[in-house]
């Protein structure tokens, strides 16, 4: 409910409150309908997928501007506030506005969104010059959660893929980097839950050594090597080199469970995508030395202890 409710203390107000249920089994939809009644537009689905829930309230949204909430995070209530008034400082090139975050309920991660990304300004409102940069490696500097975006440009371009368990947001967002100028509020506007507790940990799947992960990577670049704007511009090769890294990454994984079939099916893979051979298993060895020189280094030097006083 926390959620909803950091909705309504919005600074201004909203049109709407669409809220999807994708199969919740916890009494939520009743809990909704008790506490809110008509002010808030719930719709019940069979589980489907954050991506499948989103795309639905995008539909169902009837105003110009949409923005979105997972269930366990909150907006400050300034935070629309502040993104109309950096919008209209760089209308009409901006279809798309973004805020800092932070993320509460893990003491181990202390930077904001920004920072993390090491995205540096003085201005209060701004805009970055080439903003696929940051989508393209590194922490993310955008968040879902702070995103205020024309309905229009999400409803147009195929919305969230549902067949993506992970990086939906960021296939949606890169997508948009070539409809739309992106415009950011420096602000800590948005409270994201990285508590370890979380029901629905998805984030912890980069993580893991799923498969479902690494499919879900290799399809994201996959399909941006297919965009006309992708072809024959630098980012195609800053693509290629990371689908490339995927396929690296999920060998390993294969190996390291010793299933020999699947990362032989993928090295025949990645030699029809271009990669010899020779050049795969230079690359996995040499990755197998690094990360063994990683383990002895922190086995000769580990890291200091907190003082016990």
Not at 91 to 102: H, N, R
Request: proline share 5%; hydrophobic share 40%.
């Amino acid at each position: 409910m926390r959620a909803i409710d950091s909705v309504f203390a919005q600074t201004v107000g909203v049109d709407e409150i669409v809220v999807v249920d994708d199969g919740s089994t916890d009494g939520t939809a009743e809990a909704i309908r008790s506490r809110y009644g008509k002010r808030v537009i719930l719709l019940r689905q069979e589980n489907a997928g954050v991506s499948a829930a989103r795309n639905r309230g995008i539909r169902e949204a009837a105003g110009e501007w949409i923005a979105f909430l997972d269930s366990d995070d909150v907006w400050l209530p300034r935070k629309l506030e502040r993104q109309f008034a950096a919008l209209e400082m760089f209308a009409p090139e901006c279809g798309a506005c973004f805020t800092d975050c932070t993320f509460v309920g893990d003491p181990n991660i202390t930077c904001s969104a920004h920072s993390a990304a090491g995205l540096k300004t003085d201005a209060e409102f701004f805009q970055i010059e080439d903003i696929r940069y940051y989508l393209l490696g590194g922490p993310p500097v955008m968040y879902t959660q702070s995103l205020l975006v024309r309905r229009a440009l999400v409803q147009d371009h195929d919305g969230f893929d549902p067949a993506m368990p992970i990086s939906e947001d960021l296939d949606l967002l890169f997508r948009l980097t070539f409809k739309t100028n992106f415009c950011f509020v420096a602000d800590h506007l948005v409270q994201i839950d990285r508590a370890p507790s979380r029901p629905i940990p998805l984030t912890g799947m980069y993580a893991s050594r799923e498969d479902r992960k690494y499919e879900s990577l290799k399809w994201l670049y996959t399909k941006w090597l297919a965009l006309p704007e992708v072809a024959g511009t630098a980012y195609e090769r800053r693509v290629r080199g990371l689908l490339r890294e995927v396929f690296f990454d999920s060998i390993e994984a294969k190996l390291h469970n010793f299933r020999m079939g699947p990362a032989l099916r993928e090295i025949v893979e990645l030699q029809r995508l271009g990669t010899s051979y020779i050049f795969t298993t230079a690359t996995l060895f040499s990755r197998k030395l690094e990360k063994l020189h990683r383990r002895l280094r922190a086995a000769v030097h580990p890291p200091a202890r907190p003082d016990a006083n």
